[in-house]
């Protein structure tokens, strides 16, 4: 299976600070890297497909970039809305695996 | 707008069979476009794949739960169903359908943009 790695596992920040979490696989998964947002008793929310896509719907502060076996979220400003757990998840291989998560506060 | 739900038991016993079943609506589960899938997650813990279902039944299982896993689809009710044999606790989760979709070309995204709502399931006795 494909290990994916996120860092941090948490990470406290200010309303408006541009925030990256970061995910790497075991693998080069080229670009097969999706991250969603999700928070507490609700199902998952696709934020970024392909490494770098925005999803429907999604606000364009949120950006996804890297390729291979390391990739970035990027929130651009942080908003309260945004706290949350994010996942990043591979699909070059299955099974499909995802990250730990990164759990987002506000200060 | 396609939504999802899940039902079944909350509570199963040890051994026993864990059944679910997704309801889709707002569109066809017989798309060629489309396939279903399962995840769970664990009390205060990541997600999980299952395995996943198209419309004419063929599938693809999570080699960790392969041995205890079937899952089905039913067209004319527009649904799709897990069932997982031989429960422990360590298969308590919330439980989550999905839909993932098919590129024109043919080719499987592994990326979920609906998702039911979940369902918590407990194994105990």
């Known amino acids: 299976d494909i290990q994916m790695t996120q860092s941090p596992s948490s990470l406290s920040a200010f309303v408006g600070d541009r925030v990256t979490l970061a995910c790497q696989a075991s693998?080069?998964?080229?670009?097969?890297l999706n991250w969603y947002q999700q928070k507490p008793g609700k199902a998952p929310k696709l934020l970024i497909y392909?490494?770098?896509n925005l999803a429907t719907g999604v606000p364009s502060r949120f950006t996804g970039g890297g390729s291979g076996t390391h990739f970035t979220l990027t929130i651009g400003s942080l908003q309260p809305e945004d706290i949350a757990t994010y996942y990043c998840?591979?699909?070059?291989?299955?099974?499909?695996?995802f990250g730990q998560g990164t759990r987002l506060e506000i200060k | 707008q396609v939504q999802l739900q899940e039902s079944g038991p909350g509570l199963v016993q040890p051994s026993q069979t864990l059944s679910l079943t997704c309801t889709v609506s707002?569109?066809?589960?017989?798309?060629?476009?489309?396939?279903w899938s399962w995840f769970r997650q664990h009390p205060g813990k990541g997600l999980e794949w299952i395995g996943y279902?198209?419309?004419?039944?063929?599938?693809e299982y999570n080699p960790s739960l392969k041995s205890r896993l079937t899952l089905s689809v039913d067209t004319s009710k527009n649904q799709f169903s897990l069932n997982l044999s031989s429960v422990t606790a360590a298969d308590t989760a919330v439980y989550y359908c999905?839909?993932?979709?098919?590129?024109?070309?043919?080719?499987?995204?592994?990326?979920?943009?609906?998702w039911g709502q979940g369902t918590l399931v407990t194994v105990s006795s």
């Open positions: 707002g569109g066809s589960i017989s798309s060629a476009g489309h396939y």
């Open positions: 279902i198209y419309h004419t039944g063929r599938s």
């Open positions: 998840q591979q699909y070059e291989n299955l099974p499909f695996t």
């Open positions: 999905a839909r993932g979709g098919i590129s024109p070309s043919g080719i499987l995204t592994g990326y979920f943009h609906y």
């Open positions: 392909d490494a770098s």
């Open positions: 693998h080069d998964i080229t670009n097969y």
